[in-house]
């Protein structure tokens, strides 16, 4: 049986845990959070490729929101294109 200070912490890492993925998903839902999360996996040796890092986004987007936020590698690269063009 545990006893109250390993529940204590038990609850902490937990509690932990659920505000790292609410603040992902916080992020998630704006097109700028998107893009970073996406660059931030493509320093992830997990994704070799660009459009895998992308799935990968997409499929976490999908997964929490319930539709996927682009419909497409190229329509993401357009839009992110359009984001990271100079503003004049």
């Known amino acids: 049986m545990k006893s109250h200070s390993e529940n204590l912490e038990s609850i902490k890492k937990e509690l932990q845990k659920y505000k790292e ?3 992902l ?5 704006s097109t700028v959070g998107f893009f970073n999360y996406y660059f ?4 992830d040796p997990q994704y070799r490729t660009r459009v895998e890092a992308f799935n ?3 499929d976490l987007y999908y997964d929490n929101f319930g539709d996927y936020r682009f419909s497409s590698y190229n329509s993401f690269r357009g839009s992110l294109k ?3 063009k100079p503003k004049q």
């Open 56 to 58: 990968a986004a997409n």
């Open 82 to 84: 359009n984001f990271l």
């Open 21 to 23: 993925e609410t603040e």
């Open 25 to 29: 998903l916080r992020k998630l839902g």
């Open 40 to 43: 931030y996996l493509l320093r």
